[in-house]
């Protein structure tokens, strides 16, 4: 069964600072992992995700992701912290090799960011 | 670019009603799932539809049934509503990708359900 672990349910940045946001996954083959973003009642808007090609994945606003199979993680990163990334962020699994296409969400990580 | 339409927004309904919500895809994508976000919870997959066929299905009630229809929208239907259904619910679409798989799953806005 796939499985996504976030290791932190809050962290909290200053502005101008890196962020990490971190997650573990869990998978029987070789899973596609997501980072979806969610600002305060808004829907569910697609940063990046890694899909079997490069392992150091680009993704919208200054964000990136690398997969690291030895680790089995998919840490979010981004250099330097804006206010306007102050919102909940999910690690998202799926197994499309086992025709299994529904996404696993993890339990989220609200990320605060100070002035 | 259309993105995935959810109808309604918001809707409130009393305990044992029922409700109806409904999802308009992307246009060309043949694959529609709809996941449930309670309060403060991460989303669950519910269940998901391929070419108008049930594909996959997770934690739905048996009180709740889906289907999705020629022109590809789905509508997701909700019976003898409990305050526990108060929720919001998204309805995802995907395509096929460039390499022969499956695309990423576009969102919509979701419908914010409440229970009273």
């Known amino acids: 069964a796939q499985s996504v672990t976030q290791l932190d349910s809050h962290v909290s940045v200053s502005e101008g600072t890196p962020v990490l946001l971190r997650c573990n996954y869990s998978s029987s083959y070789s899973p596609s992992l997501f980072w979806y973003v969610q600002h305060p009642n808004k829907g569910l808007q697609l940063l990046l995700k890694y899909t079997s090609a490069a392992t150091l994945v680009k993704g919208i606003n200054g964000f990136e992701a690398e997969f690291k199979k030895s680790e089995t993680s998919f840490h979010l990163t981004k250099p330097s912290a804006h206010m306007s990334d102050a919102a909940e962020y999910f690690c998202v699994v799926s197994d499309p090799n086992f025709g299994n296409e529904k996404l696993t969400f993890g339990t989220g990580t609200r990320l605060t960011i100070i002035p | 670019a259309a993105g995935v339409i959810q109808s309604p927004r918001h809707l409130i309904k009393e305990k044992r009603e029922t409700a109806t919500l409904k999802c308009y895809p992307i246009?060309?994508?043949?694959?529609v799932y709809w996941y449930q976000q309670g309060p403060g919870q991460d989303p669950q997959f519910l269940i998901s539809f391929y070419e108008k066929m049930q594909s996959d299905k997770g934690s739905i009630p048996d009180r709740f049934s889906a289907q999705q229809f020629s022109d590809y929208h789905s509508e997701l239907n909700m019976s003898s509503l409990e305050l526990g259904d108060s929720a919001l619910y998204f309805c995802?679409?995907?395509?096929?990708?460039?390499?022969?798989?499956?695309?990423?799953?576009?969102f919509g806005p979701g419908t914010r359900l409440t229970v009273t």
């Open positions: 995802a679409s995907s395509g096929q990708g460039a390499a022969g798989g499956r695309d990423e799953q576009y």
């Open positions: 246009p060309r994508h043949d694959t």
